[in-house]
């Protein structure tokens, strides 16, 4: 105990005297394992949905591939009506097969059969049948799964929801309360449910049960048709499989269903797959239920940024620690001579080190919150500080004090307890070798360095080139200026709602809008209709999946939508004539788009004239080719406000004036319904936000990168001045100039600087040229980017170590000269 006390106090001394290397040490330190760990906690969030779920491995949903003429697929997430109930009569190989259906964000909910205590735009809401919680098991606070979900008009809440409904009362007793869904479906309360632990895609905090939609106006909405081939992404059907009966296996026996039941007199295009329950959240072909996903590709570069930073920190504490650690010869020579064994040398440097690796991670855990502010837009919402309370994490920081302590401990311990102690005391303990100026391990190590940062700074240029291009790239449509926002409606009504029609007329009257109609979606939008057209030419039939949009002549002059050929679809409340898009033209066979005026799509009571071609747009990102899209006006089909504000110029408040003036007619219109409205141009940016979170997260983690590479490099260069005093007195002596000395002593830093970049340039290069194969519509890796990153990263460390040389090259020669 007395000699761990004086090896402590011996440390705190030697910190201490050497205060500029140990806050260097502790910074650079400290700073790569916030960053990595902050990124960590990303990854592994990410990494964590669906994992509660029991027998997870054995749950999958299936998927509905339809291919069609030119051999181009179109991935949906749903089913047919029909299939789930063919599985259950026809096929073995299961426990539990369910069929749910999502409802919308809009759903007005009250309590009792006449709706008091309206809650409005209730979402999270699904229509499953009774299998449901035998495939994904919950909690249950009151009544059970046993039946539950089987007869027409039952409902099973989750916790949130049933104290929302009916406040705090026992949960035994809302069984049997009545709630009222879009003022004329009335369901019982039959159970209350705890909402599934972890993360999930699984949101629902409703159940209304299946059986519901035969005996309601559901039937009508949700087109519960017993058609093989209409398939929809809300209909969605899940299958646990029994053990030992693999997924490959049953999919094999999907193509006999359907063979069964799909007459030989239809097109049957459709395939169908097994998607397991933990690649939901990844897999960006079909969706996760309005849960967000994620990219594997992106994680796992995460995960290597994050990596990256950690090595950052590693080596430049190693590399300080290590050249610091040479200027303890004499220290160690004495301590030899004075009876100092090895053994106790080197528990001496481990102990300092593990007291600087301590300090940096404690300075890490502080400085976690602050980062993670810094990172707030694009963190997850389940990532906090209290993420770091977990075992794997602690585990984690206990591993990485042990590890890095041992290799920035044992390499100088090693090095310098061999030492010959007369030969330190006579100075002599490098003579005949080049140590103290460039020894292997501290050039690697920095070459390592700026590897990492100049790789990181050319990833981050590349990313945001790409944001920028697509941000910036001519979409085919206005962006500016426009908004959007839902005319409520009631499915339900036996009379036709034309309240929007009215909400129409009413907004027009509003000097601060220029133009506004009620259509469909914004030409881009997340929320896509796409079905199946016909196009017969003689005896020539071709059939593909379009995606369908509605919208009339006001509709495209408020995008400011391109027409090649042709007209736009005159108003109409149904849908009497088609305008395309030049691409669907293309693939129609016509090579010259003002050819496809007149043609008509569809078949029987369907067929209806092409009347116009629109010019490309971009209905999705540039990650994804431009589709066949298919226009037509059908007002009746629409409940979309579009509106085109004037332009506001010097005048800061037009629309905030005309903002309110929406909402005041909105309200009067629609009490019981809140005004939400979008801006496109931002709904344009959510389909790269992605994207650009990932270019924050570069540009947060290059920033990091060559702040710890430039400390390592001042430290280093502290290290090559103060061996090198006496050598610079000399020179100057004998008439260098202080440009000569500075020259002499940056020249080799900066070669490995220069070295660094050769090898990072084409890494860098080949992975970026890979994320870049992720985009249809992209830029290039222009030279400059190349250029300006190795220009870039020479001057900023020549800036660096000048900071120290120019100082060095000044100094008086005598003091150097003074003492032996």
């Known amino acids: 105990m007395h000699m761990f006390r004086n090896n402590l106090l011996i440390a705190l001394r030697t910190l201490r005297k050497n205060a500029a290397f140990t806050l260097i040490n502790i910074s650079g330190l400290a700073i790569g394992i916030c960053a990595s760990l902050v990124i960590y906690l990303i990854v592994q969030h990410e990494m964590s949905y669906e994992a509660n779920w029991p027998d997870g491995d054995r749950i999958f949903r299936v998927t509905s591939d339809m291919t069609f003429a030119g051999g181009e697929k179109f991935p949906n997430s749903g089913v047919a009506m029909p299939i789930p109930k063919a599985i259950r009569q026809d096929m073995t190989g299961f426990d539990a097969v369910t069929h749910f259906m999502t409802w919308g964000s809009n759903v007005k909910v009250g309590e009792g059969k006449t709706g008091q205590g309206l809650f409005k735009q209730q979402a999270n809401i699904a229509i499953a049948d009774e299998e449901y919680f035998k495939l994904f098991p919950y909690v249950w606070l009151a009544g059970n799964a046993m039946g539950n979900l089987k007869e027409p008009g039952q409902v099973v809440l989750s916790e949130e929801r049933a104290r929302a409904y009916f406040g705090n009362i026992p949960f035994a007793d809302m069984l049997g309360r009545t709630l009222t869904y879009s003022d004329s479906v009335p369901a019982t309360v039959t159970g209350v449910v705890k909402f599934p632990k972890g993360r999930t895609a699984f949101a629902f905090k409703e159940f209304l049960s299946y059986s519901t939609v035969e005996s309601t106006g559901l039937k009508d909405q949700f087109n519960d048709h017993a058609e093989w081939n209409s398939v929809s992404s809300n209909s969605q059907c899940w299958i646990k499989l029994k053990p030992g009966v693999g997924p490959v296996q049953f999919e094999g026996l999907l193509p006999a269903l359907r063979r069964k039941y799909v007459t030989e007199k239809e097109h049957d295009a459709t395939v169908h797959h097994l998607q397991s329950l933990y690649d939901i959240h990844w897999d960006a072909q079909y969706d996760a239920m309005d849960s967000p996903q994620s990219s594997k590709k992106t994680m796992w570069g995460l995960l290597a940024v994050g990596l990256f930073l950690l090595l950052l920190g590693c080596i430049n504490f190693v590399n300080l620690t290590t050249a610091q650690a040479a200027q303890r010869a004499k220290e160690i020579g004495i301590r030899k001579t004075m009876g100092g064994t090895r053994g106790s040398l080197t528990r001496q440097f481990l102990l300092e080190t593990f007291l600087l690796t301590f300090v940096a991670t404690a300075l890490s855990m502080a400085m976690l919150p602050l980062l993670l502010r810094a990172f707030k837009d694009f963190i997850p919402d389940g990532v906090s500080f209290a993420s770091v309370y977990q075992l794997h994490v602690v585990v984690f920081l206990?591993?990485?004090?042990?590890?890095?302590?041992?290799?920035?401990?044992?390499?100088?311990?090693?090095?310098?307890?061999?030492?010959?102690?007369?030969?330190?005391?006579?100075?002599?303990?490098?003579?005949?070798?080049?140590?103290?100026?460039?020894?292997?391990?501290?050039?690697?190590?920095?070459?390592?360095?700026?590897?990492?940062?100049?790789?990181?700074?050319?990833?981050?240029?590349?990313?945001?080139?790409?944001?920028?291009?697509?941000?910036?790239?001519?979409?085919?449509?206005?962006?500016?200026?426009?908004?959007?926002?839902?005319?409520?409606?009631?499915?339900?009504?036996?009379?036709?709602?034309?309240?929007?029609?009215?909400?129409?007329?009413?907004?027009?009257?509003?000097?601060?809008?220029?133009?506004?109609?009620?259509?469909?979606?914004?030409?881009?939008?997340?929320?896509?209709?796409?079905?199946?057209?016909?196009?017969?030419?003689?005896?020539?039939?071709?059939?593909?999946?379009?995606?369908?949009?509605?919208?009339?002549?006001?509709?495209?002059?408020?995008?400011?939508?391109?027409?090649?050929?042709?007209?736009?679809?005159?108003?109409?409340?149904?849908?009497?004539?088609?305008?395309?898009?030049?691409?669907?033209?293309?693939?129609?066979?016509?090579?010259?788009?003002?050819?496809?005026?007149?043609?008509?799509?569809?078949?029987?009571?369907?067929?209806?004239?092409?009347?116009?071609?629109?010019?490309?747009?971009?209905?999705?990102?540039?990650?994804?080719?431009?589709?066949?899209?298919?226009?037509?006006?059908?007002?009746?089909?629409?409940?979309?406000?579009?509106?085109?504000?004037?332009?506001?110029?010097?005048?800061?408040?037009?629309?905030?004036?005309?903002?309110?003036?929406?909402?005041?007619?909105?309200?009067?219109?629609?009490?019981?319904?809140?005004?939400?409205?979008?801006?496109?141009?931002?709904?344009?940016?959510?389909?790269?936000?992605?994207?650009?979170?990932?270019?924050?997260?570069?540009?947060?983690?290059?920033?990091?990168?060559?702040?710890?590479?430039?400390?390592?490099?001042?430290?280093?260069?502290?290290?090559?001045?103060?061996?090198?005093?006496?050598?610079?007195?000399?020179?100057?002596?004998?008439?260098?100039?202080?440009?000569?000395?500075?020259?002499?002593?940056?020249?080799?830093?900066?070669?490995?600087?220069?070295?660094?970049?050769?090898?990072?340039?084409?890494?860098?290069?080949?992975?970026?040229?890979?994320?870049?194969?992720?985009?249809?519509?992209?830029?290039?890796?222009?030279?400059?980017?190349?250029?300006?990153?190795?220009?870039?990263?020479?001057?900023?460390?020549?800036?660096?170590?000048?900071?120290?040389?120019?100082?060095?090259?000044?100094?008086?020669?005598?003091?150097?000269?003074?003492?032996?």
């Open 398 to 820: 206990i591993i990485l004090v042990i590890v890095v302590t041992l290799a920035s401990g044992i390499y100088p311990a090693m090095v310098l307890t061999r030492f010959n102690p007369v030969m330190v005391l006579k100075n002599q303990a490098f003579s005949g070798t080049n140590t103290t100026r460039r020894t292997w391990l501290r050039t690697s190590l920095t070459v390592t360095q700026f590897v990492i940062a100049q790789f990181l700074v050319i990833a981050t240029l590349v990313v945001g080139k790409q944001v920028r291009y697509s941000l910036n790239k001519d979409l085919g449509y206005r962006r500016e200026a426009v908004l959007t926002f839902y005319a409520p409606y009631n499915f339900f009504s036996q009379e036709k709602d034309h309240k929007r029609f009215l909400l129409e007329d009413k907004l027009r009257s509003i000097p601060e809008v220029e133009a506004v109609t009620v259509a469909g979606p914004a030409p881009a939008s997340f929320g896509t209709s796409s079905t199946t057209y016909k196009y017969v030419e003689g005896k020539v039939s071709t059939e593909l999946m379009v995606e369908t949009k509605y919208g009339d002549s006001t509709y495209f002059h408020i995008y400011g939508m391109k027409l090649l050929a042709g007209r736009f679809p005159r108003t109409s409340d149904t849908t009497n004539e088609f305008v395309i898009n030049a691409t669907y033209a293309r693939q129609l066979g016509f090579t010259d788009p003002a050819l496809a005026v007149g043609h008509n799509l569809g078949e029987g009571t369907g067929k209806k004239p092409i009347v116009g071609v629109l010019a490309d747009f971009h209905a999705k990102s540039t990650h994804s080719a431009i589709k066949p899209i298919v226009y037509s006006c059908a007002r009746e089909n629409s409940h979309m406000i579009n509106l085109l504000l004037k332009p506001k110029g010097e005048d800061l408040e037009l629309w905030k004036r005309g903002l309110a003036r929406i909402d005041k007619i909105f309200k009067d219109l629609y009490p019981d319904d809140q005004f939400n409205y979008t801006f496109f141009d931002d709904d344009v940016a959510r389909f790269y936000k992605e994207d650009q979170n990932l270019g924050r997260l570069l540009s947060w983690s290059t920033g990091l990168a060559i702040f710890i590479s430039c400390l390592g490099l001042l430290g280093l260069v502290m290290y090559t001045t103060n061996q090198r005093t006496k050598e610079i007195g000399v020179r100057k002596v004998l008439g260098a100039s202080v440009t000569q000395i500075v020259s002499l002593l940056s020249k080799e830093l900066l070669l490995l600087v220069f070295i660094a970049f050769v090898i990072a340039a084409p890494l860098a290069w080949w992975a970026m040229h890979r994320w870049l194969d992720g985009f249809v519509y992209r830029t290039g890796m222009s030279w400059w980017i190349f250029v300006g990153c190795g220009v870039g990263t020479l001057l900023l460390a020549l800036a660096i170590m000048a900071i120290r040389t120019i100082r060095a090259a000044i100094s008086n020669p005598v003091k150097a000269l003074r003492s032996e």
